[in-house]
């Protein structure tokens, strides 16, 4: 019996997923651009631009993706640390534009739905990320708590992954 398993071919298909989960965060964010130019004379405040940088953000974080499983299994660190940075830096960045427009006291201009599933597609490519990153680095440690890092809420639990 020949075995035909390719290892790399669980790889590819997490990335098409995130690759999926970001093209659909570019998507809202394209419709989040045109509400914005809409509302744009009642809110010049806001900048009409932020929504494009997002998107080329994102398509950014999906070429080091790529870069990421094309570096293969048991690769150093780096890169998938540089790509957990870029996730992150995204997230904080989508939250603070969300921000300008779905907070209490600001008249709603008919993007909230767009900024949830925007978040909710963040939160999926994150876990994908992850997934990808636990399978290509190289791991040095598993643990479940780090050195006197506690969980911010009770209700969750952490994993440390040291990479190197």
């Keep these: 019996m020949t075995d035909n398993h ?26 989040i651009a045109t509400v914005w130019r809409r509302a744009h004379q009642f809110r010049p405040d806001l900048p ?3 929504p494009a940088e997002l998107e080329d953000a994102t398509h950014e974080l999906a070429a080091s ?3 990421l499983v094309c570096a293969g299994f048991g690769q150093p660190p780096d890169l998938a640390f540089s790509v957990a940075g870029q ?8 939250s603070e534009a969300a921000a300008m427009t ?5 008249l709603p201009l008919g993007d909230a739905e767009l900024w949830a ?3 909710a597609a963040v939160r999926r ?20 708590s780090g050195p ?17």
Excluded: F, K
Excluded at 87 to 94: E, T, V
Excluded at 149 to 156: F, L, Q, T
Excluded at 157 to 163: E, G, K, M, R, S
């Design 6 to 31: 390719d290892p790399m071919r669980a790889v590819r298909e997490d990335l098409q997923l995130l690759s999926r989960d970001l093209d659909c965060i570019c998507g809202a964010l394209r419709e």
């Design 48 to 50: 009409l631009t932020r």
């Design 65 to 67: 993706a790529a870069a």
């Design 87 to 94: 996730l992150s830096a995204l997230r904080r960045d989508i």
């Design 102 to 106: 779905c907070r209490a006291g600001l």
């Design 117 to 119: 599933y925007t978040g």
């Design 125 to 144: 490519a994150g876990n994908r990320l992850l997934t990808l990153i636990v399978q290509l680095a190289r791991i040095e440690d598993w643990s479940l």
């Design 148 to 164: 006197g890092a506690g969980p911010p809420e009770p209700d969750r639990a952490w994993l440390q992954v040291q990479l190197g």
